[in-house]
Each structure stands twice: as C-alpha cells, then as structure tokens.
C-alpha cells in the first residue's frame, strides 16, 4: 500500500482518496505578489518556473499548470533535482515555484512567500494498493486511513 499523489498511473491497482490541498506560488518574500493571500497562475506567468527533469513529462506538466488557462506554457526556468535546491533558488529570486499547500507549511522560511493559487486544480492524494490483494489486512488499514482522512481538514470530503 502507498501513499499516491494524483495524477500518475494507477493502472492494476485500487485507490481510495484521503486527502485535497490547495497549491501554491513560492516567490521571494519582496516580490510584488509575495504579500497577496492568492493569485491566479496567469499573475505569475511571466516568471521562470523551477522544474525537474527527473520527473514525468505529464508530472512536469500537471505540476507547471501547462498549458495554463489562456493556452500559453510556462516560462520554464532552471531545473533542480531536491527541496532545499529549489527553495534557495526561488529565495534568491532565481525563479518560483508550485507545490502543495503542505510544503509551504513545513518549508516556511522569512525568505520565501508562499501564495495560494487560485485557478488550478489542487493536490489530490489517494491510498492505492494492488488490486487483488484485499487481505483482511489490507481492508483493514485502508478502512483507518479512510475513517482518518474524514476527520481531517483537508480530506477527500473537502474539494
């Protein structure tokens, strides 16, 4: 069983959700939108957008909003291969960058701003595991993380 962010392959297995969360911009934290609560991704469409070549093109591309609502593609800016890499560029004002609403929270930092992005779809996290094996086990935990995941902000009742 695992833990899965959507969109990716699901394809042999089973899923259920557990948990959506918004996504945001991370921009320097003296940059003009840094001090909005959100923006739409076309506001920051004129920025380089970190990315990583390690990815899936169609991970990459779900990640990046592209093509963005008005059909235009990212303004692609370096790429990184870790968190903290990325983040130290996004301070320095080398680019921005979209993530979860979580990561925002775990990686805040006086440097860097973290602004909700309000036209995309948000992360979406399900619990998937191969289909076939529903071991009484394997019922067992996903009813938990089901009966979990209701009780949390953020769980798969909230859109």
């Given at each position: 069983?695992?833990?899965?962010?959507?969109?990716?392959?699901?394809?042999?297995?089973?899923?259920?959700?557990?948990?959506?969360?918004?996504?945001?911009?991370?921009?320097?934290?003296?940059?003009?939108?840094?001090?909005?609560?959100?923006?739409?991704?076309l506001d920051v469409g004129?920025?380089?957008?970190?990315?990583?070549?390690?990815?899936?093109?169609?991970?990459?591309?779900?990640?990046?909003?592209?093509?963005?609502?008005?059909?235009?593609?990212?303004?692609?800016?370096?790429?990184?291969?870790?968190?903290?890499?990325?983040?130290?560029?996004?301070?320095?004002?080398?680019?921005?960058?979209?993530?979860?609403?979580?990561?925002?929270?775990?990686?805040?930092?006086?440097?860097?701003?973290?602004?909700?992005?309000?036209?995309?779809?948000?992360?979406?996290?399900?619990?998937?595991?191969?289909?076939?094996?529903?071991?009484?086990?394997?019922?067992?935990?996903?009813?938990?993380?089901?009966?979990?995941?209701?009780?949390?902000?953020?769980?798969?009742?909230?859109?």
């Amino acid at each position: 069983m695992a833990f899965v962010w959507l969109p990716n392959d699901l394809t042999g297995l089973r899923s259920g959700p557990v948990h959506t969360e918004p996504r945001v911009v991370g921009l320097p934290s003296g940059h003009v939108p840094a001090g909005r609560d959100e923006v739409s991704v076309l506001d920051v469409g004129d920025e380089p957008l970190m990315w990583t070549g390690r990815a899936p093109r169609e991970w990459v591309d779900w990640w990046a909003v592209n093509p963005r609502p008005d059909g235009s593609s990212p303004r692609w800016g370096p790429t990184n291969d870790n968190v903290e890499e990325m983040l130290e560029q996004v301070a320095e004002g080398s680019a921005t960058c979209f993530a979860p609403m979580s990561m925002a929270r775990y990686y805040a930092r006086p440097d860097l701003a973290w602004v909700r992005l309000t036209d995309v779809e948000p992360l979406r996290t399900v619990l998937a595991w191969v289909d076939g094996t529903d071991s009484s086990l394997v019922r067992g935990f996903a009813r938990v993380v089901r009966e979990l995941a209701s009780a949390a902000p953020g769980g798969p009742d909230q859109r």
